[in-house]
């Protein structure tokens, strides 16, 4: 099936641990990106690589290392975990850079709890 | 960014139209108006775009008036499994959209 898929679906692990989530697209896309919901529903967006270049990185703590080996893969690697990282990740591609014209396709999320 | 307005929720029956509004006061010229649907446990779904006037799929129609400060996401006839939350985004261009919390729609029998 072609799709974005991220691995593992649920992680759950102690705070100061380092964890690292997966993502694969097999769409063809040129854009990746890491969104990351909290409890109310918001969908931050975090990084976003075209064609493994950075090209975007909101305030997001540099605990957070996105790595790009080719543009079908974006893995976010988080550092020194806390509390408060606890949320719903989410890897998404489009299909260009001008995301908002293409539209995203989501994986279905990483449900990481700190504890 | 244009910054986008939702209800937070909304009930509806079976059956029933669901229209949900957005508000893009300060949409600009280049951005599209683009609506995502989201399961439970699941990621958004991409359901339907516009620019102008009226776009219409096999999933919902989408109504934007002329001055564009507004869009109305239409249901025709909902069921239980469109129980949901709907985003709307207003973007375009190279701009990278995060998502407000949506309307979250119950349809109930």
């Known amino acids: 099936d072609t799709a974005v898929s991220q691995t593992p679906k649920y992680l759950v692990t102690q705070m100061g641990n380092d964890k690292s989530i997966k993502c694969e697209q097999n769409l063809g896309h040129d854009t990746m990106y890491w969104y990351k919901q909290d409890s109310k529903k918001f969908l931050k967006i975090m990084f976003s690589y075209n064609n493994k270049e950075l090209i975007i990185n909101e305030t997001v703590p540099n605990r957070f290392s996105p790595k790009s080996p080719d543009k079908a893969h974006l893995n976010l690697h988080i550092n020194s975990l806390e509390l408060g990282d606890s949320a719903v990740y989410f890897c998404a591609s489009s299909k260009g850079d001008s995301d908002a014209v293409y539209g995203y396709t989501f994986g279905s999320g990483t449900r990481l709890t700190v504890v | 960014l244009a910054k986008t307005t939702q209800p937070i929720s909304m009930d509806s029956y079976e059956g029933q139209e669901v229209n949900i509004t957005c508000s893009h006061n300060?949409?600009?010229?280049?951005?599209?108006i683009t609506w995502y649907q989201q399961f439970p446990s699941q990621g958004p779904r991409f359901i339907i775009q516009?620019?102008?006037t009226k776009v219409k799929n096999e999933v919902a129609s989408l109504f934007i008036p002329a001055d564009r400060k507004s869009s109305t996401l239409s249901l025709p006839r909902v069921s239980l499994s469109d129980t949901a939350v709907y985003y709307c985004?207003?973007?375009?261009?190279?701009?990278?959209?995060?998502f407000g919390a949506g309307t979250t729609v119950t349809v109930r029998a």
């Open positions: 985004l207003v973007g375009g261009g190279a701009k990278k959209l995060s």
């Open positions: 300060n949409i600009a010229t280049n951005d599209y």
């Open positions: 516009g620019y102008k």
